[in-house]
């Protein structure tokens, strides 16, 4: 890079540049060639974290349009459009999603687009496809494949670490392989098994540093206990309410008949309504900082209404307000609607 600010060496310039916010990068790099080249380095964004400049922001992919991603800037309540997928798979659906070493992973899952005349799944149900999207130079890449192809499988980070496990194969049969992935070096290597395989789809929560493995419509759960002292799963019966689930600074919240509650191990407490998203399924629910997202899915017919209609709608629970919590609207995402596919975090 050439001199990038006058008069100032290249290190103080640069941590001036990370303390703007990301969103207006873009208008960086008109500027000039030499500060093109700083807001798409590494270096750039190691000093958004060294001058704690580094933002958080919500990802999501939706039914509609195909292999599309939103991100979301919630201080400025703006909606950023990433590039295609530059996958040949169509209606991708069933996949895992999640953020490590600041990029964005879609790993595994197929299509479940139809064939309008046969009725029949046009491509296949379970990939071992994996992709990254680097914020900082603004492209998708193809990684390592998994060692097992899956779809509706759990997948979370920890330690650094995409961890992937249960799930189904292309036949559609559930499988109890479980495996990790290094971002840094780009390999794969297996882990133990899962200790129970059922024939509904998993997912991954992490809460107190260990990974905790569900499956829709049970209530055991299976914990990897520890990474750094080796791989050790455990079955326990929480209980757990079913519905959609955010965590929020370490504490699981759970939407289930319209309330949400607070859940630990074996009890669980009420914090407030969310009878409006009785009519509303397929949505993401994300926690972020203090709050809840609510973001995008279907609206249901009702008794006046037998319309189904996608919405590109995102309500917020601000969880930090604890004198009176009530639902707030941000702003919609500007490209996707309907049924949620993916949702994650990435801070950049």
Avoid at 33 to 42: D, L, Q, V
Avoid at 81 to 93: D, E, G, K
Avoid at 96 to 122: I, M, N, R, Y
Avoid at 242 to 252: D, I, S, T
């Amino acid at each position: 890079m050439s001199e990038l600010i006058e008069g100032l060496p290249d290190a103080v310039a640069l941590r001036c540049l990370a303390r703007v916010p990301f969103h207006l990068h873009p208008n960086l790099a008109l500027v000039s060639h030499s500060w093109r080249e700083a807001i798409r380095s590494p270096e750039l964004f190691r000093a958004r974290h060294e001058v704690d400049s580094a933002e958080d922001f919500i990802l999501v992919s939706a039914y509609e349009p195909d292999n599309l991603w939103q991100l979301y800037d919630p201080p400025h309540d703006l909606w950023l459009t990433l590039p295609v997928l530059p996958s040949n798979i169509r209606h991708r659906a069933h996949f895992g999603v999640v953020s490590a070493a600041g990029k964005l992973f879609v790993l595994g899952g197929g299509s479940d687009a139809v064939d309008p005349l046969t009725g029949d799944h046009d491509g296949c149900f379970a990939t071992d496809e994996v992709w990254s999207y680097d914020p900082v130079i603004r492209r998708w890449a193809h990684c390592k494949p998994m060692i097992v192809p899956r779809a509706m499988f759990a997948c979370c980070v920890l330690d650094g670490k995409i961890i992937v496990a249960g799930g189904f194969t292309d036949c559609r049969k559930s499988i109890s392989k479980a495996e990790f992935y290094d971002p840094e070096k780009d390999v794969w290597a297996p882990i133990p098994d899962l200790l129970h395989t059922h024939n509904s789809a998993s997912s991954g929560l992490v809460i107190d540093g260990k990974i905790h493995i569900l499956h829709k419509g049970l209530s055991s759960v299976q914990v990897l206990e520890s990474v750094n002292l080796g791989w050790a799963w455990s079955v326990h019966d929480y209980s757990w309410l079913q519905g959609p689930m955010a965590v929020v600074k370490g504490e699981l919240y759970i939407m289930s008949h319209g309330q949400i509650y607070k859940q630990e191990r074996n009890s669980n407490k009420l914090i407030v309504s969310a009878s409006e998203f009785r009519r509303r399924i397929g949505f993401a629910m994300i926690g972020l900082g203090d709050d809840i997202y609510v973001i995008g899915g279907v609206i249901g017919p009702d008794r006046l209404n037998w319309d189904i209609k996608m919405t590109s709608d995102v309500d917020v629970l601000a969880l930090g307000n604890t004198e009176r919590l009530v639902w707030r609207q941000v702003a919609p995402m500007t490209r996707c609607k309907g049924t949620v596919l993916g949702c994650t975090q990435l801070r950049i």
